[in-house]
């Protein structure tokens, strides 16, 4: 059984965010993902210095249009040594229909220097003890 997707971020899909066609520009909608990942893998890491190293296959199931209100889900479904992999999922906040899923999007916690180093942690924490203390300088 996979991980229950937690929904935190949702975006007003704008004209300024369309393509061509109209529709949603994946471009953007990677970039909200990415963004959201980010902050996610630095939640549940306690360490500003993430970077993304890997992301599955993107299958995009259906497309958004202007005016759509969308939501990123995402969920931790491995910790690594050094990494947190996670799953994603797009969906219309209305009619709850799928935009795009993703079945792995890896991190790696830094240390200062930029080298991969361990984190400690094993399990998803939805407390807000590891945020990091102090802004990077």
């Not at 066609?21 to 993902?33: A, E, K, M, V, Y």
């Not at 939640?43 to 599955?56: C, E, M």
């Amino acid at each position: 059984m996979k991980p229950e997707l937690n929904f935190y971020t949702r975006k007003w899909v704008r004209p300024e965010d369309l393509n061509a066609n109209g529709t949603l520009f994946g471009g953007s909608l990677l970039r909200w993902i990415d963004e959201e990942a980010v902050v996610y893998s630095v939640l549940q890491l306690g360490n500003h210095r993430v970077v993304t190293k890997y992301i599955s296959e993107i299958v995009f199931v259906s497309s958004a249009q202007q005016g759509d209100l969308i939501e990123i889900g995402l969920v931790a479904t491995t910790f690594g040594r050094t990494s947190i992999t996670m799953r994603a999922e797009v969906r219309n906040m209305i009619t709850r229909s799928s935009i795009l899923t993703i079945d792995k999007i890896v991190f790696v916690n830094l240390d200062e220097t930029g080298l991969p180093t361990p984190h400690g942690y094993a399990e998803i924490t939805y407390e807000r003890d590891r945020i990091p203390s102090q802004r990077p300088e």
